[in-house]
C-alpha cells in the first residue's frame, strides 16, 4: 500500500510532479473541473469509477492505485526512445544523420511529425440547471449529479466553469443588435472573472430562488442588473445580491 492516505493526496501527489493543475487535467480528461476539486478536498470520498480510470490514464497510473494506494505499476518516462532506434530511423548506411529530413518521433506510441503544429486545447464543463447555479459557489455537489452534461470549450476558466442554457427572452436583444442571447442559447460562466460593468453576469437577487442572468451597468455610483431585451426592467444590484459569475462564452445550437 502507498503511504498516501486518501484518493485526493494521491491525486495531488501525481498532478503536483506533472505540474498539472485542475483545469488542465479537466481538459485532458473530460472530468468536470468541479468534480477534480471535490476529490482533491476529500469532499467526494467515492467518485465514479469511470471518472478514476479517465484520472488514472491521463495520469499514467491505474484506477486502483487512486482508489486504494495499490502498488504504482513501472512505467517508462513519455519521451524514453532507445538509443538505437532513434539512431536507426534518423541515419543512412554510415551511422550519419540523413540531411533534410523531417522525422517522425515515436512517443508512448504517439506518433507526431516534429514540425506539427499541436492542436488548441479543449476544457470541458458541466451543463448546470439554474438552481444549481444559484449554490454553486457554496458546495460543489452540484457538479456531482449522475445526469450532468459535459460540454466542450475553448476557453480555460480562472475558477469555477459551468454552462448553462438561457431561459426566457429577457436576454434577446431586439433584432439588428448584438449581442443577442435568445432562449436556448448555451452560455459558459467562470466564477473568478473580474465582474465589470458593461459585462453580462450571473447573480442571485432577493425574493429570487434560482440566478438571474443580466448586463451589469453602473449609473451614478449604483449598479445594476440590465436585461438585452428593452421590456424587461432593470434589476438594482443592492447589498443583499451577490454576482455569482462572469460570462465568457456563447453558442447556439441549430
Do not use: C
Not at 135 to 163: M, N
Not at 231 to 252: C, F, H
Amino acid at each position: 500500500m502507498n503511504d498516501d492516505a486518501s484518493i485526493g493526496s494521491r491525486l495531488r501527489r501525481l498532478m503536483e510532479e506533472q505540474e498539472l493543475g485542475e483545469n488542465e487535467l479537466a481538459r485532458r480528461t473530460g472530468v468536470p473541473q468541479p468534480t477534480i476539486h471535490r476529490i482533491l478536498k476529500g469532499a467526494s470520498k467515492s467518485p465514479r469509477i469511470s471518472n478514476l480510470e479517465k484520472l488514472a490514464n491521463a495520469l499514467g497510473t491505474t484506477a486502483s492505485y487512486l482508489a486504494h494506494g495499490d502498488v504504482l505499476p513501472q512505467r517508462a518516462g513519455l519521451n524514453e526512445v532507445s538509443n538505437h532506434d532513434s539512431t536507426a530511423s534518423m541515419s543512412g548506411p554510415s551511422g550519419l544523420p540523413f540531411p533534410n529530413v523531417l522525422a517522425t518521433v515515436a512517443t508512448a506510441g504517439v506518433h507526431r511529425l516534429a514540425k506539427a503544429k499541436p492542436a488548441p486545447p479543449t476544457y470541458h464543463y458541466p451543463l448546470l440547471r439554474w438552481t444549481q447555479a444559484a449554490a454553486i459557489l457554496q458546495s460543489y455537489s452540484a457538479a456531482e449529479s449522475v445526469d450532468l452534461r459535459v460540454e466542450p470549450s475553448g476557453f480555460q476558466t480562472k475558477g469555477t466553469g459551468f454552462w448553462l442554457e438561457v431561459k426566457g427572452d429577457a436576454m434577446a436583444a431586439p433584432t439588428g443588435v448584438a449581442p443577442s442571447l435568445p432562449e436556448g442559447t448555451m452560455v459558459l460562466f467562470d466564477s473568478d472573472e473580474p465582474a465589470i460593468p458593461g459585462k453580462l453576469v450571473l447573480a442571485t437577487i432577493p425574493d429570487s430562488q434560482g440566478a438571474t442572468f443580466r448586463k451589469l451597468i453602473e449609473e451614478s455610483g449604483q449598479r445594476y442588473l440590465k436585461p438585452l431585451n428593452p421590456s424587461y426592467p432593470l434589476i438594482l444590484l443592492d447589498k443583499t445580491s451577490e454576482i455569482i459569475a462572469v460570462a465568457l462564452e456563447a453558442r447556439t445550437r441549430l
